[in-house]
């Protein structure tokens, strides 16, 4: 198994290592449920942006199996001889699995640029070129930044932060340049909301980076453990279950402009099914 040991800290207090337990559990619960409503609201929306969903609740049971895994190493990591746990939490000899996280998001970044795209229900060869540009980008711009996160030393970390973030400029010129000329295809009903997809994915994914220069700012030691965990977890909760939310919204306000005789069925059936 491979060990991120960039930055660990020796003890946590009891505070502490609740609001990341605490925190972990949040965000199993938020990706978790988020996945199985988008499976079970399929048939809400026409069959053309069903794909959207699959690929959105796909990215949230991916975070919450990795979210399981994370939970269950940080109890491993930390524990205490306290009676009723409320001592100081030591590092035990298991090391906080740091890379659990980039084998998430190296699986997940690039899907949820796919369910973007999917959900845009855009020409095909207009698909296929955006995912040929977006994909590969996302997927270097986690692997560059992933030696930064073992790194120990300030130089190290900058250089792969500086060489990571290449092809998130990159990603930014094809998601704000080349995407917005097919913007004008959607219908106006959608237009400020896909619009505003965008903006949410590229803000969401600030928290990243500044979480990942901690070390740099010179914020360290448990307090900035805590802060890394939490910002990196709130980060994928509204990256991955918020995100895949509004893109069931976007899906299903497309499916009532295209098809209004769907959209009048689907919602009698669903207030059938309530009563």
């Known amino acids: 198994m491979i060990v991120a040991q960039g930055i660990q800290v020796n003890e946590l207090s009891s505070g502490q290592y609740d609001s ?30 069903r794909n959207a969903l699959i690929v959105s609740a796909t990215v949230c049971f991916i975070a919450t199996y990795h979210y399981f895994r994370i939970f269950n190493n940080f109890k491993d990591s930390y524990q205490t001889s306290a009676q009723g746990g409320r001592g100081t939490f030591t590092l035990t000899n298991v090391e906080f699995n740091e890379a659990y996280r980039y084998v998430d998001w190296f699986l ?46 300030t130089a190290t970390r900058l250089i792969w932060g500086t060489l990571s973030t290449i092809p998130f400029l990159y990603l930014l010129y094809v998601l704000f340049v ?17 619009s505003r997809l965008r903006i949410m994915l590229v803000g ?25 965990q939490v910002g990196y977890s709130l980060a994928d909760i509204f990256a991955k279950a918020a995100f895949g939310l509004v893109i069931f919204k976007i899906a299903r306000m497309k499916s009532e402009v295209e098809d209004p005789a769907f959209a009048e069925q689907e ?9």
């Open 20 to 49: 990341i337990y605490n925190l972990f559990s949040l965000a199993i619960a938020s990706l978790g449920f988020t996945g199985l409503f988008l499976v079970i609201s399929q048939g809400r929306v026409l069959k053309r942006y």
């Open 267 to 275: 919602d009698t059936e669903v207030v059938h099914a309530a009563r």
């Open 108 to 153: 997940t970044v690039p899907l949820l640029l796919v369910e973007t795209i999917a959900v845009l229900a855009l020409a095909k060869a207009v698909q296929k070129s955006l995912l040929f540009k977006l994909v590969p980008a996302s997927a270097l711009m986690i692997a560059l930044g992933y030696p930064g996160e073992l790194a120990t030393d």
């Open 204 to 228: 969401l994914w600030g928290v990243y980076p500044i979480a990942y220069l901690f070390p740099v700012f010179g914020f360290d030691g448990s307090n900035a453990f805590v802060a890394r």
């Open 178 to 194: 080349e995407l917005s000329k097919s913007l004008d295809r959607q219908p106006p009903e959608v237009r400020g909301t896909v």
